[in-house]
C-alpha cells in the first residue's frame, strides 16, 4: 500500500457543528502532516506528528485539534468553525521528518 | 528568510515544447527542493526533488537545475503533453524539521 487515504472527500458543516476528518497511510510513515490549501494557494502547514507526538503546531486556532492515535493515523477534530475555514484539507506523510511528504488527496471541507 | 519565490504565476506553452519553472531563496540552511504537481481538486503528488549537493536532477522528461550560489533552482519539462497541465509548486526545507515551505505556484496550460 503505497497511498494516503482520507476521509471524507467532502464535508459540509455548520459553525456550531462537531466533525472528524480522517487520514491513514500504511506505508510505515512515522510522520505525519495536516495542511490547509486555500484555491489557487499553496499549502500551509498547519500540524506535525512525529513518532505519534505532536512536534509542530503552526499558530492553529484551538477550533481545530489534532490527534495520532497509532502511527497508521491521523485525526483533525473540528469545533465551532468559521466561513472562513473553508478550504482543501490535506494529511501528508513521509518515512519521518527527513524524508520526502507524499500526499493525500485532500477533504474538501464547506462551513456554512 | 523563510521564503520560496516562485515565478512564472501562469505559463502557457505548446504540446512539444519545453516548460520551465524557477525558484528562488533566501535560507542557506535549507537542505531538500521538492517539487509538486497538483491537478484540480486532488492532492499534490511529488513529481522529484534534489539536495544541494547536486546540480541536476533528471527524471524521464522532468529535470531540476540547481544553482546553489545563486539560490536558485528551477524545474524543466521536456516534450510538454497536455496532460502536464496542472499547478507546480516548488519547495523547500530544512533537515529534519519536515517544515516545506511552497512556493506560491505556477499554473501551467500546455496547448495541443
Known amino acids: 500500500d503505497t497511498e494516503v487515504t482520507q476521509t471524507p472527500k467532502h464535508l459540509v458543516m455548520g459553525m456550531t457543528n462537531k466533525k472528524s476528518l480522517k487520514c491513514e497511510q500504511h506505508?510505515?510513515?512515522?510522520?505525519m502532516y495536516w495542511y490547509k490549501q486555500k484555491a489557487k494557494k499553496p499549502p500551509e502547514l498547519m500540524f506535525v506528528?512525529?513518532?505519534?507526538?505532536?512536534?509542530i503546531n503552526e499558530s492553529v486556532p484551538s477550533r481545530f485539534s489534532p490527534e495520532c492515535p497509532n502511527s497508521s493515523l491521523l485525526n483533525l477534530h473540528l469545533h465551532a468553525l468559521q466561513p472562513e475555514d473553508s478550504a482543501l484539507y490535506l494529511c501528508?506523510?513521509?518515512?519521518?521528518?527527513?524524508?520526502?511528504?507524499?500526499f493525500g488527496p485532500g477533504t474538501r471541507l464547506t462551513v456554512t | 528568510q523563510q521564503q520560496v519565490k516562485q515565478s512564472p504565476q501562469s505559463l502557457i506553452v505548446q504540446k512539444g515544447g519545453i516548460s520551465i519553472i524557477n525558484c528562488a531563496y533566501e535560507n542557506t540552511a535549507f537542505d531538500y527542493f521538492p517539487w509538486y504537481q497538483q491537478f484540480p481538486g486532488k492532492g499534490p503528488a511529488l513529481l522529484i526533488a534534489i539536495r544541494p549537493d547536486v546540480s541536476e536532477k533528471k527524471e524521464g522528461r522532468f529535470t531540476i537545475s540547481f544553482n546553489k550560489s545563486a539560490k536558485q533552482f528551477s524545474l524543466h519539462i521536456m516534450d510538454s503533453q497536455p496532460g502536464d497541465s496542472a499547478t507546480y509548486f516548488c519547495a523547500a526545507t530544512r533537515g529534519g524539521t519536515g517544515k516545506l515551505i511552497f512556493g506560491q505556484g505556477t499554473t501551467l496550460q500546455v496547448k495541443p
Open positions: 506505508m510505515g510513515h512515522r510522520a
Open positions: 501528508a506523510s513521509s518515512l519521518d521528518l527527513t524524508y520526502e511528504q507524499y
Open positions: 506528528y512525529s513518532y505519534e507526538k505532536l512536534s
